[in-house]
């Protein structure tokens, strides 16, 4: 049975259908406002409605740029979307009767590398992510590391440059300021 994975950045929305052994089978995007929450969910609804015309689709991977909640259904902070304490999983729910789950969006992409790309012959690995932000992921003895908020892995909001760009973390000088897409 396939899955439909959907990455929630900061300036788009990518979603695909993907085969159990990470073929993937149809694609969509879909350009985002970071600063309106409802037509980003507006957005994934119907990029997962489109994508499951013709497909057998069991559940819904959503993998969003922020701080994930420890049960894996919302958002507690993002730097570069609206979203506060977010209850994305529920949101979603109203247009998506599927089972899903809500990951970091690098945590994500790293395990994908991990199953089904580079990583497939490893057992520890470590992965960047460039985008609007810039985060990374770490595989540890074939493990996922989290940490307390999806984020163990989120280089980008490491202090670089003492007093430096302000972040839209809230911080000075992350080094997402300096090696990312942000403006």
Known sequence: MDAIGVDIGGTKIAAGVVGEDGTLRAQTRHDTDPTDPAAIEAAVIAAVAELRDG???????V????????RRDGVVFAPNIAWRDYPLRERLSHGIDLPMVVEN???????AEFRFGRGRHVEHMVMATVGTGLGGAIIADGRLLRGAFGAAGEIGHMEMVPSGHYCGCGHEGCWEMYASGAP
Do not use: E, F, K, L
């Open 63 to 70: 993998a969003a740029a922020g701080y994930i909640s420890p």
């Open 55 to 61: 497909h057998d689709v069991g559940a819904v991977g």
């Open 105 to 111: 969006d690098a945590n994500a992409a790293g395990w």
